[in-house]
């Protein structure tokens, strides 16, 4: 359907002419579009085809009004004529329409998509600490918001400028043909005509505007309520909520009138002055009739134009805030597609098989932009299959280990060894095809529980996935669900308690029969029930993998072959869990801490 079905080539395209006129939005718009010109000017033809009934009847009724007033056979052949041509214009109306409208479409639809497609792109390839840095919010508002304004810019650009200079044109054009003395009072009078009757409407644009934040706050408080009401009610605060609503709703109420006031007030004012503009207008015409410089149908003529010259105008100034946010986001889209933030895998080796051996060797990192270092001196080997519990105080840098063990980041100094070679020489995607994540928060999303458990492995059977539910221990719930496998999760998984979304993320990981796991446990405290059916889970998920466990219970840091303590992001003891226990230093009193919590909330 158009050229830009390749998000590739749209991005590729786009950063070029993004990095060649980085300060210019609207050249780097206009080089987008190169190759695509001629379907705008195909679409602008068709246009003026379906705009000249509109565009040539003031001259046609000119014409009838003078060839009556000439009389005899001139009248009748200057009704017939005019009025015929008028019909053969109409007639071609719809067809050029639909042309105009299908070529218009196909350029900016096509454009808007493959813009789309190039940032959803984009963002995968984005590095993880580029997306903490921006906010999901923002990046998708660039996905949805920026392109919609590019798209409804280069419409408005490539359509509406092209319309209004061809409708000036030919307006100005006929005028200019048949008298240049009014052609000079149509270009020194239009302007201030149309900037006039802007004044008006700009005055109207600011109140509007207040109106639109009072509304959105409105719609802000009402969500809020909505989402208050269990409590409101628990605590049978309803009329205080009332009141308050009822307080904002009011001071919405008064924003509407004074706006409708205004908006009626400024209307007509602006109405007013473009009329009296015309009556000037009519004045001047009409005394060139009386004195016979022009003719007396003429003057319908010259009044239409007029009018024509002065909307052409207004429309061209109306459009400039379009234009100026569109070059925003053409900035802002530019900004993430051409970002040099992403992972490089391009001609490194790529592992065919994952064994699990694992080590930190002097490995030093520190966020860019923050001072210190996050993880200092780190040594570690871990042979394939070893459990490593990892445990410190929050802060300590346990996430920041698993995440240069994903190979989201790298080391600032020192090295990460996989299987004895450096993560930095291995492409990164072929590695974690033998990684499984459980994280702390599993991220569901709205979709089958097969869909959930079977995310990325869409060849996985149904005996396959039902296996890995199992060893999940989601074997009893999901045979007690009407639908099994196929019952819709919520978004987010809501509809699940936090031990069922943990066990499905387990499940996750299972089928996907990882050579190495990472597992963030969950710091919220579970039930006994919960607790022992997760635990058994993950013994069978850990069995002979490398797993990196960041440990908060006990039974997890127990079975572990080996416990890492960190602290300030160095390694301060690490050893079995008796070992530990026996040095009696940091770990052990951890631990000491940790049990006599345990019993006190047990008591
Ligand atoms: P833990 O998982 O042990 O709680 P983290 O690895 O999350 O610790 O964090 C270690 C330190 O790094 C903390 O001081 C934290 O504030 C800092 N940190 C974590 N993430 C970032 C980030 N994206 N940018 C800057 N500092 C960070």
Redesign the pocket.
């Known amino acids: 359907m158009n050229n830009f079905r390749d998000s590739d080539a749209a991005q590729e395209k786009f950063v070029k002419y993004y990095k060649k006129y980085r300060n210019s939005p609207m050249k780097v718009l206009l080089g987008f579009y190169t190759g695509q010109y001629h379907k705008f000017l195909i679409s602008c033809f068709f246009y003026l085809i379906k705009h000249s009934p509109a565009l040539f009847s003031p001259l046609l009724i000119a014409n009838v009004i003078n060839g009556v007033l000439a009389g005899g056979e001139t009248a009748k052949r200057a009704i017939l004529v005019n009025a015929g041509i008028w019909l053969a214009l109409l007639a071609i109306h719809l067809p050029a329409n639909y042309l105009y409208a299908m070529y218009r479409s196909r350029v900016t639809r096509g454009t808007e998509a493959g813009l789309r497609s190039a940032l959803v792109r984009k963002l995968q390839e984005l590095s993880i600490?580029y997306h903490?840095r921006m906010q999901s919010g923002r990046l998708q508002s660039k996905i949805i918001r920026d392109v919609e304004a590019i798209e409804t810019l280069s419409s408005q650009l490539f359509n509406n400028v092209l319309n209004i200079v061809m409708n000036l044109f030919i307006t100005i054009g006929i005028t200019a043909v048949k008298n240049r003395l009014i052609l000079v009072f149509f270009v020194l009078v239009a302007p201030v005509a149309s900037l006039t009757v802007i004044a008006f409407r700009r005055r109207i644009g600011k109140v509007n505007r207040d109106f639109r934040l009072e509304m959105e706050e409105t719609s802000a408080r009402v969500m809020e309520m909505v989402e208050m009401v269990p409590v409101t009610r628990a605590h049978a605060l309803e009329e205080v909520e009332n009141e308050r609503m009822a307080r904002q709703l009011q001071a919405t109420a008064e924003k509407g009138y004074r706006l409708d006031i205004l908006q009626s007030n400024f209307g007509a004012a602006g109405w007013v002055v473009f009329q009296v503009f015309q009556a000037f207008c009519l004045i001047f015409t009409g005394f060139m009739a009386l004195k016979g410089r022009i003719l007396v149908g003429d003057i319908t003529f010259y009044q239409t134009s007029f009018t024509t010259v002065v909307n052409q105008f207004t429309a061209l100034i109306n459009l400039l805030p379009l234009i100026t946010k569109g070059l925003e986001s053409v900035t802002s889209v530019g900004e993430v597609l051409s970002s040099d933030d992403v992972e490089q895998n391009e001609g490194k080796e790529v592992l065919p098989d994952l064994k699990g051996a694992f080590e930190f060797k002097n490995v030093r990192y520190a966020?860019p932009g923050?001072e210190g270092h996050?993880l200092d001196d780190i040594n570690l080997t871990i042979p394939e299959g070893e459990t490593i519990a990892v445990v410190?105080?929050?802060?300590?840098?346990?996430?920041?280990?698993m995440n240069l063990l994903i190979g989201f980041m790298e080391p600032d100094r020192g090295q990460i060894l996989v299987d004895g070679k450096d993560m930095k020489s291995i492409d990164l995607k072929s590695y974690r095809r033998f990684l499984s994540v459980v994280p702390q928060m599993p991220l569901l999303f709205t979709g089958t529980l097969r869909d959930n458990i079977a995310y990325g492995m869409e060849n996985a059977t149904d005996e396959e996935i039902m296996a890995a539910a199992k060893a999940a221990n989601l074997g009893s719930m999901i045979e007690k669900l009407p639908n099994g496998l196929d019952t819709m999760l919520e978004e987010h998984g809501a509809n699940l308690s936090g031990g069922q979304r943990q066990r499905i993320a387990i499940a996750r990981a299972v089928i996907r029969n990882p050579k190495m796991i990472i597992l963030d446990e969950a710091t919220s405290a579970l039930d006994v029930v919960s607790e022992k059916e997760i635990q058994n889970a993950l013994e069978r998920l850990v069995k002979d993998r490398t797993t990196f466990v960041?440990a908060h219970r006990l039974s997890t840091i127990k079975n572990a072959d080996r416990i890492v303590v960190?602290e300030h992001?160095r390694i301060v003891e690490a050893g079995t869990y008796e070992e530990l226990m026996e040095k009696q230093g940091v770990f052990y009193h951890m631990e000491s801490l940790q049990m006599s919590t345990v019993k006190n909330n047990k008591a």
């Open positions: 600490p903490t966020y923050t996050v410190g105080e929050s802060g300590s840098g346990k996430t920041t280990m960041v960190l992001g």
